[in-house]
């Protein structure tokens, strides 16, 4: 049964991602191709945005003092999670806008939006989830190991306290990487919705307002995590899938207006003027 548990939550974010390319493509009948230039603009950007964190924020956080890894609260905490908020919603609003106005000139509308912003959100769903089948994998495979054959002693008391932890984590906690994957995809809908308004409305600060909306979710992911645990996270972040959802609404089109109805052609005949002479011959013509 546990062995189950472990690998169904990762099976739900494989199906989620994939199911929200169903559901746009059937629900908005808007092409695949769409889906497909989302997960390719996911993976654009991850090609950018892990390097940009791993050797460039990383140190700077560092030298202030602000080491992820280290024991940080307040304060300090919030400015790390905002940090690297940030971080992610430049990298992928900004290759959100740069499709937006590269390849999708033609399909600047809200049920096209929907269609691109699955694919961003779906591809993570299942490239979380694939990660974490391997892991699971990896961890099933030591089972019964003497893993003192197998890690350096330097990280074996860490390598115990995390398999310890994996193992004993409860049901409900288990799923919550599922959950918190659904919320991921109803955040990159109204993300790629915001963004789409730069265009439509011609106003810049939409595509600010995708950004700020970005780093406010991943600065509460990063600080809620250790300040107040995951079920308290978890919740949190519900809050913003709703509002989410409450933006890819509020921000929905009115459907285009099909093309104009002809009108028949008048049946009214002109007036024919007819001269005194005409009169006389219908008068008396036989």
Same mark, same amino acid.
């Given at each position: 049964? +546990?062995?189950?548990?472990? =690998?169904?939550?990762?099976?739900?974010?494989?199906?989620?991602?994939?199911?929200?390319?169903?559901?746009?493509?059937?629900?908005?009948?808007?092409?695949?191709?769409? &889906?497909?230039?989302?997960?390719?603009?996911?993976?654009?950007?991850?090609?950018?945005?892990?390097?940009?964190?791993? &050797?460039?924020?990383? +140190?700077?956080?560092?030298?202030?003092?602000?080491?992820? *890894?280290?024991?940080?609260?307040?304060?300090?905490?919030?400015?790390? *999670?905002?940090?690297?908020?940030?971080?992610?919603?430049?990298?992928?609003?900004?290759?959100?806008?740069?499709?937006?106005? =590269?390849?999708?000139?033609? +399909?600047?509308?809200?049920?096209?939006?929907?269609?691109?912003?699955?694919? #961003?959100? *779906?591809?993570?769903?299942?490239?979380?989830? *694939?990660?974490?089948?391997?892991?699971?994998?990896?961890?099933?495979?030591?089972?019964?190991?003497?893993?003192?054959?197998?890690?350096? !002693?330097?990280?074996?008391?860490?390598?115990?306290?995390?398999?310890?932890?994996?193992?004993?984590?409860?049901? &409900?906690?288990?799923?919550?990487?599922?959950?918190?994957?659904?919320?991921?995809?109803?955040? #990159?809908?109204?993300?790629?919705?915001?963004?789409?308004?730069? =265009?439509?409305?011609?106003?810049?600060?939409?595509?600010?307002?995708?950004?700020?909306?970005?780093?406010?979710?991943? !600065?509460?992911?990063?600080?809620?995590?250790?300040?107040?645990?995951?079920?308290?996270?978890?919740?949190?972040?519900?809050?913003?899938?709703?509002?989410?959802?409450?933006?890819?609404? !509020?921000?929905?089109?009115?459907?285009?207006?099909?093309?104009?109805?002809?009108?028949?052609?008048?049946?009214?005949?002109?007036?024919?003027?007819?001269?005194?002479?005409?009169?006389?011959?219908?008068? &008396?013509?036989?």
């Amino acid at each position: 049964m +546990d062995i189950f548990l472990r =690998f169904l939550s990762p099976s739900l974010m494989i199906a989620l991602g994939l199911g929200v390319g169903v559901w746009a493509v059937r629900r908005f009948r808007v092409s695949w191709g769409l &889906y497909w230039i989302g997960v390719w603009t996911f993976i654009g950007s991850q090609l950018l945005h892990i390097p940009f964190n791993i &050797y460039v924020l990383n +140190d700077l956080l560092a030298g202030w003092g602000l080491s992820i *890894g280290s024991s940080l609260e307040g304060m300090r905490l919030a400015a790390v *999670g905002l940090a690297y908020g940030l971080s992610a919603g430049l990298f992928e609003e900004l290759a959100r806008f740069a499709v937006f106005w =590269f390849w999708l000139k033609r +399909d600047r509308n809200w049920r096209s939006a929907l269609g691109f912003g699955a694919g #961003h959100g *779906g591809v993570e769903a299942v490239l979380v989830g *694939g990660l974490t089948v391997y892991t699971v994998i990896q961890i099933i495979s030591l089972r019964g190991v003497d893993l003192a054959t197998v890690v350096p !002693a330097g990280q074996l008391e860490l390598a115990q306290s995390q398999i310890e932890a994996f193992w004993s984590a409860p049901w &409900y906690l288990v799923l919550l990487g599922a959950a918190e994957r659904l919320i991921a995809i109803v955040f #990159h809908l109204s993300a790629t919705v915001l963004v789409l308004q730069a =265009f439509r409305r011609r106003n810049i600060l939409w595509l600010v307002a995708a950004i700020a909306w970005h780093t406010a979710l991943d !600065a509460v992911a990063v600080y809620g995590v250790r300040a107040w645990g995951p079920l308290w996270t978890e919740a949190a972040l519900a809050v913003f899938a709703v509002l989410s959802a409450g933006i890819v609404i !509020a921000l929905r089109e009115a459907p285009e207006p099909g093309p104009a109805e002809t009108r028949p052609p008048s049946l009214e005949l002109s007036p024919v003027e007819l001269t005194r002479e005409q009169i006389e011959e219908s008068r &008396y013509g036989s």
